[in-house]
């Protein structure tokens, strides 16, 4: 197996992602999920920062908050990105992370346990690696059903708290794999969903899988707790049966998307009614302008950092 690595700059129109391999093996857990403490209250809604961990730590993500009343500017942290890839040998689907997500994990009392102690959830995104191997192809539900339990065994394994879903770089075909079909992304997040009732599923609305979400009478969205739009610097409400309250038609690249977009898109989530507002790429730089261009319209309030 090998292991591509590439850099995500997504514009609205175009997605690059940086990319995973590492195999994990039994559930052994590693260190019980902290219980985080009440985080000073807030209103508004759900931001969500994405994080290369190739180039950044995830501790980024606690050093923001509000100037008025000190609540966390972040509620989501994802770690971009463990993958999906394939075992020509076995021909089956398995999870990677490449030495970086593999040492976030493995350091979760030091990268992962300080966020949620501030009341800040971190969840896994699993991407496409290039192998054939994605959401959309399992051919039985028992092969889904497989994948399913690596995902949830790792987010017990490492204390997280869900999974995001993002079909990208899969190239389905690849190393003799199947097409997407319309059964396999239905009977993956139904088993996910039953291995971690309590735990955060959410798709990143893109690819072949975001798009076959029904099948033989079950239809899987009610099943997520979060959908975004993928395309950074647009506004594109995610098409999902999901509630406002969960969905981020907003879509920003930190450092990159303007300050002025930023807040105009904030403005709409507030005044639009929809409940998240999804931020990716945050880095090790002071971004308090940036973040604060859209805490101000979300909660009424300027980002502070604190290195």
Do not use: C
């Amino acid at each position: 197996m090998f292991t591509l690595v590439r850099s995500r700059v997504r514009t609205a129109a175009l997605a690059l992602s940086a990319v995973a391999a590492l195999a994990f093996g039994a559930t052994v857990t590693t260190g019980a999920e902290a219980a985080p403490a009440p985080a000073p209250t807030k209103q508004g809604p759900t931001s969500v920062a994405y994080v290369e961990v190739n180039n950044n730590s995830m501790l980024n993500v606690g050093k923001y908050t509000l100037a008025n009343g000190g609540g966390n500017a972040f509620d989501v942290a994802v770690i971009f990105a463990a993958n999906i890839n394939y075992d020509t040998s076995t021909k089956a689907a398995y999870l990677h992370f490449n030495e970086n997500v593999q040492r976030v994990l493995d350091n979760a009392a030091t990268q992962i346990r300080p966020l949620q102690q501030k009341g800040i959830k971190v969840v896994l995104s699993v991407l496409g690696n290039h192998q054939g191997a994605g959401f959309a192809n399992f051919p039985s539900q028992q092969t889904a059903s497989a994948f399913a339990k690596q995902m949830s065994d790792a987010v017990a394994k490492y204390g997280l708290d869900g999974i995001d879903f993002d079909d990208e770089y899969a190239e389905y075909g690849n190393n003799g794999t199947g097409q997407p079909n319309a059964s396999s992304f239905v009977h993956l997040v139904t088993a996910l969903r039953t291995n971690m009732p309590g735990k955060i599923i959410s798709l990143y609305n893109i690819g072949p899988a975001a798009s076959r979400l029904s099948y033989g009478g079950v239809d899987v969205s009610s099943k997520f707790d979060y959908a975004w739009n993928p395309y950074y610097g647009s506004w594109q409400v995610p098409g999902i049966g999901l509630p406002k309250s969960k969905l981020s038609p907003a879509a920003v690249e930190i450092g990159r998307t303007s300050q002025s977009t930023a807040a105009d898109f904030a403005r709409r989530t507030v005044s639009e009614g929809y409940g998240v507002y999804l931020t990716y790429n945050l880095d090790g730089a002071d971004r308090s302008a940036d973040v604060s261009a859209f805490t101000r319209e979300l909660y009424g309030s300027a980002a502070v950092y604190t290195p």
